[in-house]
């Protein structure tokens, strides 16, 4: 049984990666790592975040996020601020090709989604919805 759900994990993982890349393709950004790309969602979600706030939502500390920042500041996809009343302070944005990155990757999100629910029924889409609740959800 192990091997069997390491199996489906493998290609459901491989599912996600091909239409990431896809949307990595369309805007013809094949430099953009997958970490890279999840840090420009995340940036978006938040709305113009510092780094301490970046390193809050993704339970990573500010040296590790701010190394890979740097590297998406240095790329054009994100550009950084000062605080106009603590200097110490920067706020992150996202560049216009930053976020036409974002609307592909969330397009790439939204197949995957309608790709499920054309496979599966309600009761099963329910179901895998719980258990992906389960499985995220699961402390270390």
């Not at 091997?3 to 430099?31: G, N, P, W, Y």
């Not at 990155?101 to 599966?120: Q, S």
């Amino acid at each position: 049984m192990k091997d069997e759900l390491k199996e489906k994990i493998v290609k459901f993982t491989r599912l996600i990666s091909s239409a990431e890349e896809e949307a990595k393709e369309r805007c013809d950004v094949q430099d953009l790592t997958t970490t890279q790309l999840n840090y420009l969602e995340i940036i978006g979600e938040l709305d113009c975040p510092t780094i301490t706030e970046l390193a809050a939502a993704m339970g990573l500390t500010k040296p590790s996020v701010t190394i890979v920042v740097d590297r998406l500041i240095a790329k054009g996809f994100v550009r950084k601020q000062n605080s106009d009343t603590d200097k110490r302070s920067s706020f992150l944005y996202l560049t216009e090709l930053g976020e036409q990155i974002n609307k592909w990757h969330e397009y790439a999100h939204d197949y995957m989604v309608d790709e499920i629910m054309r496979k599966l029924n309600k009761v099963e889409t329910k179901a895998f919805i719980s258990l992906l609740d389960t499985i995220t959800n699961f402390k270390k």
